[in-house]
């Protein structure tokens, strides 16, 4: 693995800061305007963290406040309810062992309307607490699904894989499986690409490991990379499908200049080995959570965005995907 050198990229803009602790971005994206798009964020205070949601200009437009250590987020658009859909922000509130799901309106504003969410029950101690969040709509039939990462855990069977239902006005989550393995040295960021089929999963000490997705197939690894070459955690994850291919992006934790480490991946029915293609330096401090997407936000960001936690200012960074692809020798 070759790295080259190159001047750290610096972003568009960032976010206003949380109080405690930025860890974990997410997008939902405005169905007619991409401009009119929201980024929600989590301070992850162990006591009083919350959800933050921020316009494309950084600029905070709401918050939900009193969660108790709240981690990672994910957003999926589409919900299927009985007449129409609902668009949800799910979050792991890891001192509550537990999902908190959100609806979000159009405006920015969250509901809450978690049902019965316990995850990892029966566990204590830190194979209790729950992580990182990924969830996977199924492209068939439309079933959403939450995969959850813990603190620690067993070796085997690590992961676990929740189906999310409606009853009234709530959402519950129901476990389906468990799968996946664990080194020991933490599975804090996951990712699915719905699209491919694909889960990814990264451990900060050992490298990023790759399953199907549906619960219809066998969840067998697919492929454990990114083995060498990281100087800090293997932390946040992204996929970006782009015209010249389908992208993971992987952030190398490490002090004043994170960098993103590029792969080529394919899909369930067009599997090919994750291809290294670069490793991207980024101002964006000790990065966790990322999310990026190849898709028109608005003039500032007319080839999507990549976002970044940036640690010690307490935000969030906002840069533009193509730029970071061409750091990497795609663009």
Do not use: C
Not at 114 to 120: A, D, L, W
């Amino acid at each position: 693995m070759t790295l080259a050198l190159m001047a750290a990229l610096t972003p568009v803009l960032t976010s206003s800061p949380v109080r405690v602790d930025a860890d974990d971005p997410a997008l939902w994206i405005h169905p007619t305007d991409g401009a009119k798009s929201f980024v929600v964020g989590t301070d992850k205070d162990d006591t009083n963290g919350a959800l933050h949601v921020w316009d494309m200009n950084g600029k905070e437009i709401s918050r939900f406040s009193g969660l108790k250590g709240p981690n990672n987020v994910d957003v999926q658009q589409g919900f299927r309810v009985t007449g129409g859909t609902m668009d949800l922000v799910v979050t792991t509130e890891r001192h509550a062992g537990r999902l908190r799901i959100f609806r979000i309106s159009m405006d920015g504003k969250l509901l809450d309307v978690s049902g019965i969410t316990p995850v990892f029950e029966g566990e204590t101690g830190g194979a209790g607490e729950p992580m990182g969040i990924a969830l996977y709509r199924r492209p068939d039939n439309g079933q959403v699904y939450a995969f959850v990462g813990r603190k620690t855990g067993p070796r085997t069977e690590h992961l676990h894989m929740y189906r999310l239902v409606r009853r009234g006005d709530l959402i519950d989550a129901e476990f389906v499986r468990a799968l996946g393995e664990f080194s020991g040295t933490e599975i804090e960021s996951l990712v699915v690409d719905d699209e491919a089929g694909v889960l990814y999963a990264a451990e900060e000490g050992a490298g990023i490991r790759a399953y199907p997705a549906s619960p219809d197939r066998e969840p067998k690894l697919l492929a454990f990379f990114a083995r060498t070459g990281y100087q800090g955690d293997r932390e946040g994850l992204a996929v970006v499908n782009t015209p010249r291919g389908r992208f993971l992006l992987s952030t190398d934790q490490t002090p004043t200049t994170s960098r993103l480490f590029v792969y080529k991946v394919g899909t369930i029915a067009s599997w090919i080995t994750p291809e290294f293609r670069g490793a991207v330096p980024m101002t964006a401090d000790s990065t966790d959570g990322i999310e990026a997407i190849w898709r028109p936000l608005g003039p500032k960001f007319p080839n999507g965005v990549v976002l970044m936690m940036d640690s010690t200012p307490k935000r969030f960074a906002y840069f533009d995907t193509k730029a970071v692809l061409a750091g990497a020798g795609i663009y």
